[in-house]
Antibody
Framework: EVQLVQSGAEVKKPGESLKISCKGS????????IGWVRQMPGKGLEWMGI????????RYSPSFQGQVTISADKSISTAYLQWSSLKASDTAMYYC????????????WGQGTLVTVSS | QSALTQPASVSGSPGQSITISCTGT?????????VSWYQQSPGKSPKVLIY???KRPSGVSDRYSGSKSGNTASLTISGLQAEDEADYYC?????????FGTGTTVTVL
């Protein structure tokens, strides 16, 4: 069974750094792209970017390029989303999802990680 | 990149059919048959309903169907049920990534 388990909720202050995780199991972690999706409070889904853990090839949405870093450690089947300096506007639920073999479909989803940034 | 355009809300009575539109451009929806639809219930992660415009994953009810014409994709829910109350999002491949729609809240009257 494919599973994506995300790290727990975080409460941070503006300017702090943060790295959240997404651990995949039940499939070959290095063979499928993993994506990250943002959902701000009461708002819609936003596609942030994807990574191919096999070779760390990464693609970002223009809206998120330079704002976050997506990475992966294939030795522990885990993908990451990180910020170097959080802003209040980063407050959101963040989902990771494993893509299908082709076509960009976000097929399997994690449970989400709530990030709250407040002074 | 602007989000694909969906109506903010659609409603219908039990048993009726409703259709949600998703309008993009010739650079996304119009160029690729790679439109998917997701259902999100309150407090839950999104779930795939339709992929590649018309295909349903195994386990998804055949009451959900998808179509596309030009730059607009559509999701139809037939035989509306109370359990269909949720938010619905379209998503299209863009050539360099993907783009979600603005989202539609479905209300069963």
């Amino acid at each position: 069974e494919v599973q994506l388990v995300q790290s727990g909720a975080e409460v941070k202050k503006p300017g702090e750094s943060l790295k959240i995780s997404c651990k995949g199991s039940g499939y070959s972690f290095t063979s499928y792209w993993i994506g990250w999706v943002r959902q701000m409070p009461g708002k819609g889904l936003e596609w942030m970017g994807i990574i191919y853990p096999g070779d760390s090839d990464t693609r970002y949405s223009p809206s998120f390029q330079g704002q976050v870093t997506i990475s992966a450690d294939k030795s522990i089947s885990t993908a990451y989303l990180q910020w170097s300096s959080l802003k209040a506007s980063d407050t959101a639920m963040y989902y990771c999802a494993r893509l299908a073999a082709s076509g960009g479909l976000l097929l399997f989803w994690g449970q989400g990680t709530l990030v709250t940034v407040s002074s | 990149q602007s989000a694909l355009t969906q109506p903010a809300s659609v409603s219908g009575s039990p048993g009726q059919s409703i259709t949600i539109s998703c309008t993009g451009t010739s650079s996304d929806v119009g160029s690729y048959d790679l439109v998917s639809w997701y259902q999100q219930s309150p407090g839950k992660s999104p779930k795939v309903l339709i992929y590649e415009v018309t295909k349903r994953p195994s386990g998804v009810s055949d009451r959900y169907s998808g179509s596309k014409s030009g730059n607009t994709a559509s999701l139809t829910i037939s035989g509306l049920q109370a359990e269909d109350e949720a938010d619905y999002y379209c998503c299209s491949y863009t050539g360099s990534g993907s783009l979600f729609g603005t989202g539609t809240t479905v209300t069963v009257l």
